[in-house]
Nanobody
Framework: QVQLVESGGGLVQPGGSLRLSCAAS????????MAWYRQAPGKQRELVAT???????DYAGSVKGRFTISRDNTKNTAYLQMNSPKPEDTAVYYC??????????WGQGTQVTVLS
């Protein structure tokens, strides 16, 4: 099945930046709808951003204007660029792929902690 491996999480200060990466397996990555979710302690998992196979994007209102989702189909990788992170952005961030009829696949998650 599709394997997703996140990287790039860690500690970041407000006003700093962080880029998360999600490396995906498979030969048809260009067809996947990719997304980033996050889950903070005590909260349900929420959708942060999506990017379609055609490159169109959508964002949660809480991150719009600060985060950017992108993809490089030559590298089978999706990214989440986090600019001006806030303490409330602290969460485990999960990469997600919608792989047509094969359904949904999740990465293991990467911790992002925004210091104050």
């Amino acid at each position: 099945q599709v394997q997703l491996v996140e990287s790039g999480g860690g500690l970041v200060q407000p006003g700093g930046s962080l880029r998360l990466s999600c490396a995906a397996s498979g030969s048809r990555f260009r067809l996947y709808v990719m997304a980033w979710y996050r889950q903070a302690p005590g909260k349900q998992r929420e959708l942060v951003a999506t990017i379609s196979s055609g490159g169109s994007t959508d964002y949660a209102g809480s991150v719009k204007g600060r985060f950017t989702i992108s993809r490089d189909n030559t590298k089978n990788t999706a990214y989440l660029q986090m600019n001006s992170p806030k303490p409330e952005d602290t969460a485990v961030y999960y990469c997600h792929a919608r792989v047509g009829r094969r359904g949904d696949f999740w990465g293991q998650g990467t911790q992002v902690t925004v210091l104050s």
